[in-house]
């Protein structure tokens, strides 16, 4: 069960995240990643990042770009935290693909 503190550090870094990743895709046109959910550690030095990737053919491509540059993406979440977080916790990013689930499961049920 998490605790109201782990819930407003992952609101937080879901946030600070989702304006990071918006200004990083404003350079390629056609591109959307939007971060689903943040799942803090209890110790808040591990956080899970699900992300939304649009159009999900690029999803695997833009994953490995991300998890080459998850260094300055911590940096940069830092420096835009460091007032809220005394330690800026590790980021591990995963595709959130429930949106495609969700899709498939009503193709399968119009058949």
Do not use: W
Not at 7 to 22: A, M
């Amino acid at each position: 069960m998490e605790s109201t503190r782990l819930n407003k550090i992952g609101r937080l870094i879901q946030k600070e995240l989702s304006d990071i990743f918006l200004k990083q895709t404003k350079a390629m046109p056609g591109v959307l990643i939007s971060v689903s959910v943040v799942r803090v550690s209890s110790d808040l030095s591990i956080a899970k990042a699900y992300l939304s990737i649009f159009p999900s053919e690029k999803a695997t491509e833009l994953l490995k770009a991300i998890r080459a540059n998850t260094k300055a993406i911590r940096y940069d979440l830092g420096q835009r935290v460091h007032l809220q977080l005394r330690k800026i916790p590790e980021l591990s990013f995963f595709i959130d693909d429930s949106l495609d689930y969700i899709e498939h499961i009503n193709d399968l049920l119009k058949q």
